[in-house]
Each structure stands twice: as C-alpha cells, then as structure tokens.
C-alpha cells in the first residue's frame, strides 16, 4: 500500500511522486482545511504559532520530516508512537552562508552606504573589518562547524568555539566551555549564536552575557530567537553600546511595532537562512531518500525521536 504523504507545495508533490508514494498537498500554516488522512507529514514550521498544535490532529500519522534542523517547536505537540526526523545536511551551509552576510554586512557598515545610496549621496565610510577581528562562535553543531570554515579565510585575528562542553578536536584545536564565556566575551568584536532552543538554552545570552561583551560588538544570532533576552539586547542597542545582526528574533514573526526594527545599530532579515534553491534540492533529496526507506520498511535516517 503506498504511503500517504502530506507535503507543503505543489512542487515538492511533483518532485517526491513515485511508486509507493501517495504525495498529498496540505501546508500546515496556509491551509484552512482539517489535514486528511497521511502516514507522513513532510512540513517547515508554520509561522503562525497556533498552527503548530495541528500536527497533533492528523488522522492516521506515522511519522514527521521536518524540512529544518530545529526541532523545539513540534516536540510538545507530537502525538505519542509518531517518530521525527529533521534535514541535518541540508540546511547548515545555507544558514552559515547568511551567517557570513550578515556579519559582513554589519562590520562593513553596507546598510548605511544602502541608505545613502537612496539619498543619493557619495560619503565614503570608514568601516570595521572582519580581517583583523576577534570572533567567538557560540554553538559547535553543524551550522558552528560550517561558519567556522567560511571565517577562516577571511583572516580573523582569532577564531573562539565555544559549545557545551570544553574538548580537544582531532586537529588540536580547542572548544571552550560555557563556564568560560565570562573571561573570553570582553576579547570578542563578533559573537554569533547558532545554537538550537531548548530549555538549556533559553535566554543564555541575557543581559549579564551582553554586559560581558566589549563596547561596540556585533551580537550576530542564527540560532533560534529565545537564545537571547530580547529586552536586554534592546537596552544595549538603545545605549548605542553593542550592534546586532539577527536572522531569527523573539518573538517570531517580529511584530510591526516592535522596538526592535527600530533599535540603533541593528540589521534585521526575516529568519530566510534556508531559504535557498540549493536547501530546497537537498532538502527534497533528503525527503525522497526518507520516504524510500519508509516505504521499505527501514528507519528514516537523522532522527530526533
């Protein structure tokens, strides 16, 4: 009997149709209508957070792929006995790719000469410079990695892993602890969260970890929003002390009259890392490679439960 998937758009139905598979278009944010019957739900996560909860009312599931890494959201809302999977390889190149945008960006001060562009004006900016700069990475998993990589050869004065644990990698390199963060903070021009949310997490970059940061910083977060106390960042930015260049915000989506769209010194993109033609190939490799395996009778690979 084929399987009954549920997948967000017409083209990834096209893309994943094949013997044993029964592609069925139902998209957990945008569709009004109650979700049929399906074996799998292949699903980004809704932006709307009431829509979360329908993932619990999908009559017959078995399993979800989630076209992401993160996982926080789902988790409370998944019925007992359905397994997870997530697209681990496909997205971390993505979002380190904006990682580096958004860093260059704030450093080279590209916002402004945007505005003065549209002014008209010819000023020539004097700027900071990642060649030269201190960059401690918050976060070791596959988007850390990934960064680190495209930061080298941009000549960084130093590169600073830090991750949950202290450890030696095969190479010699070393990865700093969190108990460390206090003493290596104050050394570093950027600091760029990429961890996931949970509750480990959750506001670990709050206003003492901001006040650790040395004056004039860039805070750069393509992690998840909840990582970092809102409010406090705010503060900072209002004092003109810190920058901030932020993928992803709390609360998500940014309300139209949140004081952060608005905050000194803060680049904003609306949480698009993956949003890219090659995710959308590898992440849709990935997914016919699952349901295959399913359709065999094996595990899906990369699962979170």
């Known amino acids: 009997m084929a399987l009954r998937v549920l997948v967000p758009t017409a083209r990834f139905a096209e893309e994943i149709s094949g013997p044993g598979i029964e592609p069925i278009v139902w998209?957990?944010?945008?569709?009004?209508?109650?979700?049929?019957?399906?074996?799998?739900?292949?699903?980004?996560?809704?932006?709307?957070?009431?829509?979360?909860?329908?993932?619990?009312?999908i009559p017959g599931l078995r399993h979800v792929h989630l076209l992401s890494i993160g996982s926080?959201?789902?988790?409370?809302?998944?019925?007992?006995?359905?397994?997870?999977s997530n697209s681990r390889g496909a997205v971390e190149d993505s979002t380190a790719e904006l990682?580096?945008?958004?860093?260059?960006?704030?450093?080279?001060?590209?916002?402004?000469?945007?505005?003065?562009q549209g002014r008209h004006e010819w000023a020539p900016l004097w700027t900071s410079s990642l060649h030269g700069s201190v960059v401690l990475v918050l976060?070791?998993?596959?988007?850390?990695?990934?960064?680190?990589?495209?930061?080298?050869?941009f000549r960084p004065a130093?590169?600073?892993?830090?991750?949950?644990?202290?450890?030696?990698l095969d190479n010699g390199g070393q990865v700093h602890g969190p108990e460390e963060l206090p003493g290596l903070l104050p050394t570093a021009d950027v600091v760029v969260v990429t961890l996931p949310h949970d509750g480990s997490t959750t506001h670990m970059v709050d206003a003492a970890f901001l006040a650790c940061m040395k004056d004039g910083a860039l805070l750069v977060n393509i992690g998840r929003g909840p990582?970092?106390?809102t409010d406090a960042l705010v503060t900072e930015l209002g004092s003109g002390r810190l920058r901030a260049a932020l993928d992803v915000t709390d609360p998500e989506p940014l309300p139209s009259?949140?004081?952060?769209?608005?905050?000194?010194?803060?680049l904003i993109t609306p949480h698009m890392a993956g949003n890219t033609a090659e995710f959308i190939r590898l992440a849709t490799e990935l997914t016919i490679t699952q349901?295959?395996?399913?359709?065999?009778?094996?595990?899906?690979l990369h699962l979170v439960r």
């Open 99 to 116: 990682g580096m945008a958004l860093i260059l960006a704030a450093l080279r001060e590209l916002p402004a000469a945007a505005r003065q």
């Open 27 to 57: 998209h957990i944010n945008d569709d009004p209508a109650d979700a049929p019957t399906a074996d799998v739900l292949v699903t980004e996560r809704p932006r709307e957070f009431a829509r979360r909860a329908r993932v619990a009312d």
């Open 158 to 168: 130093v590169l600073i892993p830090v991750a949950s644990r202290a450890r030696t």
């Open 291 to 300: 349901l295959g395996r399913m359709s065999r009778g094996e595990a899906p």
């Open 72 to 84: 926080e959201w789902i988790l409370e809302h998944l019925p007992d006995g359905v397994t997870l």
């Open 139 to 153: 976060g070791h998993g596959g988007v850390g990695k990934e960064l680190i990589a495209r930061l080298e050869p």
């Open 227 to 229: 990582v970092v106390d």
């Open 257 to 266: 009259g949140h004081a952060l769209w608005d905050a000194p010194g803060c």
